[in-house]
């Protein structure tokens, strides 16, 4: 099932054309890191869900992988309108508490009327930063990240911040665009120069930096439970597909 945003427009050709143009003419303005994601973000709230759907692959599967942790803590940085929630599905009720973390009010204000329209008692949106955000519990049984690490200027940070607040033993668990390294070690993909250049230059417009360092910074520091580096569409890029990867790592007992 996709799930609908609550009180916000489902697809259509007048939301592609609003959100394109946020994303390729707008410009973007702030002093801070926050600033320019409410400058970038503030326009386009509405109708995020419908458009990103088709752009940012794999978080329904990302879930799909996942276990409720019986009344554990569940922490979501940079979770935006909080359609992550919705991939639980009737799961979301078995955590004890969980929080939607984002730096963007606008964002936040949708996850907020998620909320309270789907009666979610168990939920909370905060609006901290993913570098700092410790859970009032003082620890999580899981963390997930999807598509944020991109847009955070230090990425490394918000890791060590996601893994210093995971119990032993608890997961995390990160879908984003990223780009090989030129030379990888075995196992990963090798993406041509022209993939690298091409996405790292056409998501830098928007402040989405795709980096060869996630998945193996994510592997220095986590064990890895799952990994898969895919391809996947862009809405009204016709002929080529943007590198995706899912990772879900446990932090040693
Ligand atoms: C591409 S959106 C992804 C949102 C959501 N996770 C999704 O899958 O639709 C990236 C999100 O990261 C948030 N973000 C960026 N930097 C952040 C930071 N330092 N702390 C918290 N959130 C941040 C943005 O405001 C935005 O909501």
Not at 77 to 95: C, I, K, S, V
Not at 143 to 159: E, G, K, N, R
Not at 165 to 187: E, H, M, N, Q
Request: proline share 7%; hydrophobic share 40%.
């Amino acid at each position: 099932m996709t799930p609908s945003t609550p009180s916000a427009p489902r697809g259509s050709i007048l939301n592609d054309l609003r959100i394109l143009w946020h994303l390729a003419a707008a410009r973007v303005t702030g002093n801070t890191h926050e600033e320019r994601l409410e400058s970038f973000y503030k326009g386009q709230a509405h109708g995020y869900d419908a458009f990103r759907r088709r752009m940012l692959h794999g978080r329904p599967e990302l879930f799909q992988h996942l276990t409720p942790v019986p009344g554990g803590v569940w922490v979501d940085l940079g979770a935006g309108t909080g359609e992550n929630a919705e991939h639980w599905g009737p799961r979301l009720q078995e955590f004890g508490r969980a929080y939607l973390v984002d730096l963007s009010s606008s964002l936040l204000k949708v996850a907020d009327e998620r909320i309270r329209e789907r009666g979610w008692t168990n939920v909370a949106t905060v609006h901290a930063d993913a570098t700092k955000f410790v859970p009032p519990e003082g620890a999580a049984d899981l963390v997930t990240m999807s598509y944020s690490l991109t847009m955070i200027p230090d990425w490394f940070s918000a890791v060590e911040q996601a893994w210093r607040i995971l119990k032993p033993g608890g997961t995390l668990a990160i879908v984003d665009f990223f780009v090989s390294r030129k030379y990888p070690a075995g196992g990963l993909v090798k993406h041509r120069w022209s993939t690298r250049t091409f996405w790292q230059l056409w998501f830098a417009s928007d402040n989405v930096f795709l980096n060869p360092d996630h998945i193996p910074f994510l592997q220095s520091r986590l064990e890895t439970a799952y990994l898969e580096q895919r391809r996947g569409k862009m809405p009204y890029l016709p002929f080529v597909r943007a590198p995706y990867y899912l990772f879900v790592g446990r932090k040693p007992v």
